[in-house]
């Protein structure tokens, strides 16, 4: 027997909100084991990003040989990368495992507005990361950066999953919790559905305990994807479990800020196969 393995692939929050800690959380608490791959040091709290320390790209390239040689997940999930060499020693590492599916949140710029990914980096997010990717799930400023369309109606919405999928990707999951209505809908996206995409929406819990939610998001569907759920079965729980997460830990002061979410608000045993 072994366990469901997960790889996160993202950058530490030393507050515990986001990041590489929300992805372990997330995982364990959906009965998964996970290993990690640290891209960067980031100085933050509930009230922002202060500071971020790229990790050295051959470091992280080497923790992700260690991790694939030893113990191969059975999903992964990609965070927080921060330049263009680590993306290049990142895909360098997967092109090793392509049959493995990779779901990637491009985490491009901080819920506080601080920068988390140079240019140089952008670009190779687009050229060299996303074609290795099953599953892209950006939120809407993310898919207008990735993208270049201004997002302003469910048109342009199409009009960027159609861009972001022509870079390579299977799937896109744009996430709606940006948009101006309030309206909380996600739209997953593949080749064959751009003018029909799926539609998952889910409550919108009122809180100031959003640290991390896209983090725990994407986390939560490479664990259902790993599970054996298909694409969007592994989105409509992953969903749940978010809105679940975010509904535990809507009253909970945790520092001045944005908080976490309550990711063991019903902790699972561990699935073994």
């Known amino acids: 027997m072994k366990y469901i393995h997960i790889m996160t692939i993202a950058g530490s929050d030393c507050s515990g909100g986001a990041g590489i800690q929300a992805d372990i959380k997330t995982i364990s608490a959906l009965g998964a084991y996970a290993s990690s791959v640290i891209t960067a040091i980031t100085v933050q709290n509930t009230c922002g990003v202060s500071a971020v320390y790229p990790v050295p790209a051959d470091i992280v390239g080497q923790q992700i040989h260690a991790i694939r040689t030893d ?8 965070g927080m990368v921060t330049d263009e060499n680590i993306i290049r020693s990142i895909c360098k590492e997967l092109k090793e495992i392509t049959d493995i599916p990779v779901v990637f949140d491009p985490v491009l710029v901080s819920s506080s507005g601080f920068s988390l990914a140079t240019p140089e980096a952008l670009e190779s997010i687009k050229t060299e990361m996303i074609p290795l990717c099953y599953l892209l799930t950006p939120n809407l400023p993310e898919a207008q950066l990735l993208s270049g369309i201004t997002i302003d109606d469910e048109t342009s919405v199409r009009s960027a999953a159609e861009v972001l999928l022509n870079m390579g990707c299977k799937h896109v999951l744009i996430k709606g919790g940006h948009r101006s209505d309030g309206e909380m809908k996600d739209l997953l996206f ?3 559905t751009v003018n029909n995409p799926l539609s998952f929406s889910e409550q ?4 100031r305990n959003t640290h991390g939610t896209g983090c ?7 664990t259902f994807i790993a599970r054996g759920c298909m694409l969007p079965e592994a989105v409509s729980e992953g969903k749940k479990y978010l809105t679940k997460a975010l509904t535990a830990g809507k009253d909970i002061r945790i520092g001045q800020g944005q908080g976490p979410l309550n990711h063991f608000f019903d902790p699972q045993k561990a699935i073994l196969k």
Do not use: E, Q, V, Y
Not at 71 to 78: C, G
Not at 204 to 207: L, P, S
């Open 204 to 207: 919108k819990i009122h809180t």
């Open 216 to 222: 725990t998001l994407s986390s939560a569907i490479a």
């Open 190 to 192: 593949s080749k064959d």
């Open 71 to 78: 113990i191969l997940p059975d999903a992964i999930k990609i």
